[in-house]
């Protein structure tokens, strides 16, 4: 029987879509997870370098992410104890402005509740970004007042910006994401993977 990983990396539902967009690609989802998984990274949709390799969080927002969590490499890549599963598995595309185009709602709509059925051992769930946020947490505010209301989603969950370069002057913005909020992060991560 076909597992839902490799049901995923079939999947072509939005091939007409991403033809239609500036980069006229097609779709090639990006999956990593596996059951037994204990620590979730919920994100936002692979950027062009992760289409282009097929492995998640490889690319500059990767390493910020790693080192907000206080992994090693070998450690966030470790399917076995981390599932990475983002709101859409594909690159959507770049709008006219060459950003990102936001993940299909249609992915979340096919895919995202059996991918967390399949997931039954998680602990801990790092949710990256609005569009997670508003999935996994049913957050209706804008980024910065979710990541602001941090404590109010302990032990389960923490929200996180998109670690992108282009949150850089956001970072700047609210110091005490570092001071206050990332020591908790790792503190929560290695509990999780470690218990
Ligand atoms: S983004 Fe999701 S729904 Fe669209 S083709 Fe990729 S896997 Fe399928």
Redesign the pocket.
């Known amino acids: 029987m076909t597992t839902l990983p490799d049901q995923?990396r079939a999947?072509?539902?939005?091939?007409d879509r991403f033809a239609a967009s500036a980069t006229a690609h097609t779709?090639r989802?990006v999956v990593w997870f596996q059951p037994g998984a204990r620590l979730l990274i919920a994100g936002q949709a692979p950027g062009m370098r992760v289409h282009t390799t097929g492995k998640p969080f490889n690319d500059p927002s990767g390493d910020r992410l790693r080192d907000w969590l206080g992994l090693t490499t070998d450690q966030f890549y470790d399917r076995s104890r981390v599932a990475i599963v983002p709101m859409?598995?594909?690159f959507?595309g770049y709008d006219t402005r060459g950003s990102d185009l936001p993940?299909?709602p249609?992915?979340r709509a096919?895919?995202h509740d059996r991918v967390m059925k399949a997931l039954p051992d998680l602990r801990f769930t790092v949710v990256v970004g609005g569009y997670a946020h508003r999935y996994h947490l049913q957050a209706r505010g804008s980024v910065t007042e979710t990541v602001a209301g941090w404590r109010g989603f302990l032990p389960q969950a923490l929200p996180l910006p998109h670690p992108s370069w282009r949150n850089t002057a956001w970072l700047k913005r609210n110091p005490w994401f570092e001071t206050d909020l990332l020591p908790v992060l790792r503190q929560r991560v290695k509990e999780t993977l470690n218990d």
Not at 11 to 15: S, V, W
Request: aromatic share 12%.
């Open positions: 995923i999947c072509r539902l939005c091939a779709p989802p859409a598995f594909c959507p993940p299909p249609l992915c096919t895919w």
